[in-house]
Every structure is written in structure tokens, then in C-alpha cells.
């Protein structure tokens, strides 16, 4: 299947308007981002390292300084609609975190399924946290002290114990209101729901995996590693816990969330279709009811700002990414992948979950990759008859398969949440590498 992305010359067509429509090089778009990877590997900022990587991308690949500047602000521009709902949604994330709300939802979890289930008690709780809108880094930094104790008592290696949360938090992350399922959603145009339960069966299907897997290493390791490991973090985790809210009112926000956003699909399957909640009020009504229930009324301004805090990076890095994706969307990349796909007679669908893949592993990041392959490939799988939710959702999946190397936050933020060292944690890639590709495969099944 031929896709033509960049109109020829008609007439009254200036020479100068055909040039600004000649596409960048793939190999110039490519360039851009490994270059990017490598400014990140030396500690650059993110989006520094994205609009320093788009603008080189860009003038390597044989547009000008202006063809290369209104490419990196053109994509820049797509992402702010997205970026605008990312920072309403850390007032819900800020009251999860900062109230104890998510530390008592993932120990409730735990305390019901009890330590001869305890691997799919950390899936499943890390699964939780991030299904509802918490961060996946900040749930393993969540669920860590309990499976810290877990692995004390029970005997239970700490590498089987973070591919247990990483793989629940993977298989959370497909069905959740985070910044990379509002990203995709807002490239396709779907609402937020139906992507959220379009990878429902992967995720389920993901949780089963993380915990097979998880397992096969449970006792591997050396569990005594850990014996000193009781740390004033784990005492300040238990003594908030003791005086954190109930369980009921620790979900009532997510809950009040998910009601908010799923309340116009049903009213549409009523025949009503007047009232749209869009993510960008759900978002904040939810933590505000939460707040309220756990009676943290006169601390909500504090958690927002926290949240805001916490937001305000992945806002920052996503307007970067924009950059990057931009220059990939004015390439010849997207005609050079289908053609690549046609030529090993691969099916033309395989470039969502392909580009999810690509773009995960050139970023380090669910929601910096999913960004960059919703907003790029974007036209080009609609083009091929693919529907939106599935093209949207199948990136999406793809997007868990490499987001963990070593060159993102990701990789050392977990590894350090169990006191891991960097040799360590490289034994664990692998494994959640193989729970990306479960969620993908699941998905890409699905939707077909």
C-alpha cells in the first residue's frame, strides 16, 4: 500500500512552497534521535536533550533553519491539548500520593491476598495504583517497603519482587488516565475510556504473565541482601499508614473519576449526547471528592501544588517530545517504515505496535514514546483503514515493551526503591521486557 504524505506542485504552487514540502530524511529524523538518547545518557535534561536531538535532526536531514524551526513548534503545538489535561491530572495524582491514599489502597491489597500469594499481591497493587492514575515510578516507590518486608519474612528473592510491581505497574498503565493514555487519546481522537478498556484483556492477560514470570525468579537472589534494609523511609511509610484514611475513602476519588469519564459513553449509548465530561475536569473533580472523603480539606492546596510539581516535568518533557515528533512527522520515516513492512511482507498494521516499540526504547518512556508514535504515525495508520482505538491502543501497548533502559529514569528509580545496584538491576530487563511484549502481542491480536 502506497501513502502519499507530501502534495506535489499544482499550479500557481510557488518553487519555494514545494521546497518547505520536500520531507526531511529518514536518516536525518533517525540521527535527530539518537542523538537525543545520547545527550539523555550524559545527563542532559529530556527536553533539552528532545530539542537539541530535533533541531539537529532536522537540519541534517536537508531542511533549512526555518522549515526545521516551524516543524519542531508545529509539532510542539499538537502536543499542548494533551498537556493541558497531563497538568489537571496532578491534582488527583497529588492527592493519591501526598494524602497516603495510594499507600493505603496498595497495603489493603496486600493485607486481603495474604503472604502465600504475596508476588500477585505486589502485581496486583502496584497494577492498582497505576490503573488509577498514579505514576508507575511512584507506585514501585509506593508498594517497595511492603515488598521489601515481604521479601524479609517471607524469603522471597528482590528481583522477583520488582518484576512482580514493574509488570503489575505495566499492565496498570495500559488501562489508566496517565499522561500516556490521554497523549494517544488526544493524537486519535478517542475519548479516554475507550482507550482505557480497549487494553483491559492485555492488561489481565499482562498480570497473569508478570506473575509466572516473577515466579520462575522467586528464589533466585539472595533474600538475606535485604536484612538491613530497614530504613527510616520504611518507618515514615508505617507511621503514615497508621494514620491514613479508610480504605473507601483512599478510592473514592479514583472511582468518582472513572464514573465522571465513563458517564458520557453510557449516556451516548442512551442517545443522549450533550454532556461530555472531558478528562480535563474528571481529572481534578475526582481528587478534589477525594480529598474531601479522607477529610484533607484544608491540606488540598498543598497536594496540588505537589501534584502540579509532579506534573509540571512530565508537561515540560512531553512540549520536548513535541519537538522531536515534529521533525519525525515532517520525514520520509513514515514512508520508509511501510515500505520496510511491504518489503519483508509484514502486514501494514504492524507499524502501531512497531512504532510503539521504537519509540519506547529511543526515549525510555511510556509517555514520551507513545507521544512520538501517536503524533507521527498518526496519519499513516488511519490512511491504511486502521481504526482509531486500535491504531491508538496497539501503540500504546507497544510503548511498555523497551520504556525501562537504562538511559531513562525509569530503570534507576526502581532499581534504587529496593536498594538494587546498576549490575542488578540490568538481570531484570529481560523479564519486563517480556511482559511488554505479552501486553503487545495481546493487544495487536485484539485489534487486527
Known sequence: ????????????????DVAAAIPISSFGAMLGLLIAVGLIIFRVAPAYAMIFGALLGGLIGGADMERTIQLMTGGAKDIIPATLRILTAGVLAGVLIESGAAHRISQTIIRRFGASQALLALAVSAMVLTAVGVFIDVAVITVSPIALAICRDVGYSVPAALLAMIGGGKAGNVISPNPNTIAAAQEFDVELPSLMFANLIPALVGLVATVLIARFLMRGGRPQIIENRKTDQDNAQHQLDESSSP???????????ILLLVL????KLLGVNMIRIDPLIALPIGGIVGCLCMGHARRLGGYMSQGLQRMGGVAILLLGTGTIAGIIKGSALQ???????????????LLAPISGIVMSAVTASTTAGTTVASSTFHDPLLAMGLAPIAAAAMIHAGATVLDHLPHGSFFHTTGGAVGMSIRERFFIIPYETAVGLVLVTVSTLIHM
Do not use: K
Open 247 to 257: 480504605f473507601w475513602a483512599a478510592v473514592s476519588g479514583p472511582i468518582v473519576t
Open 335 to 349: 514512508t520508509d517504515l511501510v515500505d520496510v513492512l511491504n518489503y519483508l511482507g509484514l502486514p501494514d498494521f
Open 264 to 267: 458520557q459513553p453510557v449516556l
Open 1 to 16: 500500500m502506497e501513502i502519499l504524505f507530501c502534495q506535489t506542485a499544482v499550479s500557481g504552487t510557488s518553487v519555494a
